[in-house]
């Protein structure tokens, strides 16, 4: 389970706000003593920024840190992005709830979204189907409603994870006009399938195609488990040597 800070957050707001609310109510012509006072204090200085904070994270913006490498080479271990929130429509914090639609996902599309088989855990992929769209995958190759999406080979380059390292293909796929890089794992063997996209669900794949726990394994992606897409990298870490990848900050994300 991650750390939930939007509840943490609306807590605050909770108590500081309670806090507020009652002094003014209860004890403004009180004399009270002097941890009370200075708790008063506390909650009227933090309350509207914690408001702030909140409205912004809720609406606008938000900042995702990438904890694996399943879109690996488009997004790296220690990279932080930030989150379109109003992309595909607004939604209510804490409830999730949409109250206004906007733009639907789009084929490429890398999107933040609640975890299928977890929803305390938020997850992030690449759209591959859109409702409707019959998705084969064969040979590692993507065909989307019997269009082949061509693969350019880039280079033989290596991966790594925990210290262990392997052989990797990175090849140039056209996803209806996404142009981004991929990478495949040789000996790993050809995970062939076969499905049809359901209404109101997304079929999400990570670049790093054979070592990505995506749609292939927990099923499609509800419409309303969508937390918002990644636009840019704001700082990029490297997890084993850790220096700031300076080339990373502002690059968007394609």
């Known amino acids: 389970m991650q750390f939930n800070f939007e509840m943490i957050l609306f807590l605050a707001i909770l108590i500081s706000g309670g806090v507020v609310l009652l002094n003014a109510i209860f004890f403004s012509n009180k004399r009270h003593g ?57 939604r209510l914090p804490i409830l999730h709830t949409k109250i206004l639609s906007n733009h639907e996902p789009q ?10 088989a977890d929803p305390s855990m938020n997850l ?8 409707g769209d019959h998705i084969r995958y064969i040979n590692k190759v ?53 499905v049809v996209v359901p209404a109101g669900k997304y079929f999400m794949m990570g670049d790093n195609r054979d070592d990505s726990a995506d749609s292939r394994y927990w099923g499609f992606m509800p419409e309303e488990n969508i937390i918002g897409k990644a636009t840019h990298v704001v700082i990029s870490f490297d997890s084993f040597k850790h220096p700031v990848r300076w080339q990373r900050m502002g690059e968007k994300i394609i």
């Open 34 to 90: 002097k941890i009370f006072s200075i708790t008063v204090e506390y909650a009227r200085s933090f309350f509207p920024i914690l408001v702030i904070v909140f409205l912004i994270r809720s609406f606008t913006y938000e900042g995702y840190r990438i904890p694996s490498g399943s879109l690996k080479p488009t997004l790296l271990v220690g990279d932080f992005i930030l989150v379109n929130k109003y992309a595909y429509g607004l």
């Open 107 to 116: 084929h490429g599309d890398i999107v933040v979204f609640h975890g299928v």
């Open 124 to 131: 992030i992929k690449r759209v591959i189907g859109v409702p």
């Open 142 to 194: 993507l065909f989307i409603n019997d269009e082949m999406m061509p693969q350019q080979f880039v280079k033989n380059t290596r991966d790594q994870s925990d210290g262990d390292t392997w052989n990797v293909v990175e090849k140039r796929e056209n996803l209806s006009g996404i142009i981004h890089d991929i990478f495949q794992i040789p000996l790993k063997p050809n995970d062939d399938f076969d």
